[in-house]
């Protein structure tokens, strides 16, 4: 005799949805050739760190949060202008032994990629390492530094036709965009 087993609608729809991504990883590939959907580096390595980049007094700051990760552990290389950062976060082995309500931190290898700009000069990079924070300092190339270009806004006349006069106004465009900024242009008063 047969066990009675419950129904599960959700074991059905989840079943189906693993198909249909099968049959569309399938046909992505044979339609772009092999290589595609592959997972991307970081997703293979596991994490990656959160990063952030800025421009401050002529430098180029990349900051990346990797909080739990041993300085012996991190990696940093520039080969032409892609910046890779790669570590690991090892798992305590004796916490492995306790039993786990909830757990969100992500453990094992990380790798994080970007595109310096143009002009970055590999042998001025210096990197600092504290409190879980990696900082890579550069000098930045001149083409990112921001230039200020007066604007003059002519103010309404008035009921009399005279003009009241002009106030002066910067407005700060970065001098090239690019993948490591972010920088919107400022009206600086």
């Given at each position: 005799m047969?066990a009675?087993?419950?129904?599960?609608p959700?074991r059905?729809?989840d079943a189906?949805?693993?198909?249909?991504?099968e049959?569309?990883?399938?046909?992505?590939?044979?339609?772009?050739?092999p290589?595609?959907g592959?997972?991307s580096?970081?997703?293979?390595?596991?994490?990656?760190?959160?990063i952030?980049?800025?421009?401050?007094?002529?430098?180029l700051?990349?900051?990346?949060?990797?909080p739990?990760v041993?300085?012996?552990?991190?990696n940093?290389?520039?080969?032409g202008n892609?910046?890779?950062?790669?570590?690991?976060?090892k798992?305590d082995?004796?916490?492995e032994?306790?039993?786990?309500?909830?757990?969100?931190?992500?453990?094992?290898?990380?790798l994080r990629?970007?595109?310096?700009?143009?002009?970055?000069?590999a042998?001025?990079?210096?990197t600092?390492?504290?409190?879980g924070?990696?900082?890579?300092?550069?000098p930045?190339?001149?083409q990112?530094?921001?230039?200020?270009?007066?604007?003059e806004v002519?103010?309404?006349?008035s009921?009399?036709?005279?003009?009241?006069?002009?106030t002066?106004?910067?407005?700060?465009i970065?001098?090239t965009?690019?993948?490591?900024?972010?920088?919107?242009?400022?009206?600086?008063?």
């Open positions: 047969a009675l087993t419950p129904w599960k959700m059905e729809i189906l949805w693993r198909r249909m991504d049959m569309f990883d399938h046909l992505t590939r044979e339609f772009f050739g290589g595609w592959e997972p580096s970081a997703e293979a390595a596991g994490w990656e760190p959160a952030e980049c800025y421009l401050d007094k002529g430098e700051i990349i900051r990346a949060e990797v739990g041993e300085a012996k552990d991190v940093i290389s520039v080969v892609e910046l890779t950062i790669a570590g690991e976060r798992r082995t004796t916490e032994a306790g039993g786990y309500f909830y757990q969100e931190l992500p453990y094992g290898k990380f990629k970007m595109t310096l700009p143009d002009g970055i000069d042998d001025k990079i210096k600092a390492y504290k409190n924070i990696l900082e890579i300092t550069m930045a190339p001149k990112l530094i921001s230039k200020k270009i007066p604007l002519q103010r309404p006349t009921s009399a036709g005279v003009a009241r006069g002009f002066t106004m910067a407005l700060v970065p001098a965009p690019n993948k490591c900024s972010t920088a919107r242009p400022a009206i600086v008063r």
